[in-house]
């Protein structure tokens, strides 16, 4: 029996009987008696488990004011290679969260489980092996990104001082959450009572922030995904146009495998080109994301696009003439 399973098993063993005596535990386990001291100490100081002793009946169970005992999985068993992929999603988590407004305690019971495994500092030598890149992340602060989080748990309003870019304004907002969305930034999805409607929120534009005590009005998620996720990238919207986008043998390569949006479609041609269709409503981002390849890439039909993509091009084309 390894060592993480032990001490699972005799955590166990303590809830599910009102107590029991150090030889009966050393029974139900086999092991020896210095293990079984070792690991009931290890479960009191390292991991928080409240064990009591009684010293007239010799016993143990586990006890503790219930108001403040933490919640516990009761038969949820997990192995090494559970715990070592919970360190991989942490790190994840990391990537898209380092300010830990998500999961604000999440470090701590990372740790409690790094302590669990056999070898734990060689578990995290092996977690920082693995390296997630998000290049153009914006940061969020953890009180926003906490707020909301918990009012969207919760159900409950939330106030938002937001700022609006193009505007240069900021205003004061009570919103309904209705999903937090992750595209290099984290978004909330929340119903605006001032709009009287469906919004998309970038939380790094969120200055103050407030849970309030009203309900949350709520929102069916089969709506949420028909009004909001025809958009492209950050732009929340219904898909109100198709691009058609034909990429070269070369670029072909790498779009085949890329997700630009989850409704796209992909065709590949006998000449190795590749056509890639999909919905957007705002053209900003896509366009932006076409520049990307190109003269690998050509919008096919679509006239405004199309005009989009060559004002961005000759604007950027001017911006180096004039330095030349």
Known sequence: MGRTERL?????????????????LLERL?????TLKRDLKYLREQLGTPIEYDPFERSYQVGGSRKHAPQE??????????????????????????SGGLAPDMGAFIRRVESMLANGEESREWAGRILFSTPGRRAVPALALNTVTTALMQRRRVRLGYFTRSRQAETLRDVSPQ???YHRTWYLDAWCHRAKGLR?????????????????????????????DGGYGAFAGEPHHWAVLMFSPEAA???GHEL?????????????RLELMLPYDKPTELVMDILRY????EVIGNPALRAAVISATEAALHVYKRDG
């Not at 086999?30 to 210095?34: E, F, L, N, P, T």
């Not at 534009?205 to 909001?228: K, S, T």
């Open 30 to 34: 086999d092991i020896s008696r210095a």
């Open 200 to 228: 998309r929120f970038a939380l790094d534009a969120v200055g103050a922030v407030a849970q309030l005590e009203e309900a949350a009005l709520d929102v069916p998620l089969a709506e949420l995904e028909r009004l909001l």
């Open 179 to 181: 999903r937090l969305v």
């Open 253 to 255: 390569q790498w779009v």
């Open 73 to 98: 999985l009761p038969g949820l068993w997990v192995s090494e290679s559970d715990l070592r992929s919970l360190l991989l999603a942490q790190r994840l988590l990391g990537e898209v969260d380092p």
């Open 260 to 272: 630009w949006h989850p409704m796209q479609r992909v065709r590949r041609l006998e000449d190795g």
């Open 8 to 24: 699972l098993k005799l955590a166990n063993l303590l809830r599910g009987r009102r107590k029991l005596r150090f030889d009966q």
């Open 294 to 297: 190109g003269a690998q890439v």
